[in-house]
């Protein structure tokens, strides 16, 4: 949602689109969550019955809070050709959209998915004038890392204790492609 409590404009490519999550995606988010975190466990040699319940629980907790940090953000669905595939989390201010959490099912990494869903945010912020979208980052996730610097973010700090870094892309450049004023004059 946007500032003024409308909702995110996000124009839709030919087999790409994002909705609004629904009560009826929490079954679909809780498992995508689990299939992307199991992936950082595969030489834990944990029983499958343990590996749930640790799932289950990180699951909660960054449930807890993100809603805690972030009780406005708006949850969407990234559906490709209408199947579900992804999530994005994302926290709507009136100079500044933080994309809290993006993760995408493992079968649809590598492709360009999230370039396009990270595209068409900044497209949809900088329409509707706003100054820069950030974002938060673990360190140790070079993919994602030059994943967001290719496009056009930068690092600006640590974050949580160092385990993760602040990034920002300022769209700046963006308003005055497009005429707006930026009202930073």
Known sequence: MTSSGA???VPRTTT???RPAEAAD?????QLFKTAKAEQFPGAGLPQAVLGALLEQQFRAQTSSYAAQFPAATSLIILERDNAIGRLLLHCEARRWHI????????F???GIGTDVIEMVASAASRDAVRRLTLIVLASNAV???LYARLGFV????AAGATHIAMQKDLV???RATGVDDGSA
């Open 100 to 107: 809290i959490d993006i993760v995408l099912l493992p079968s």
């Open 144 to 146: 994602a890392r030059r």
């Open 155 to 158: 690092e600006t700090g640590s």
């Open 7 to 9: 909702p995110v404009r």
């Open 109 to 111: 990494r590598g492709r």
């Open 173 to 175: 450049d963006c308003w």
């Open 26 to 30: 929490e079954a679909f988010i809780g």
């Open 16 to 18: 790409l689109r994002l």
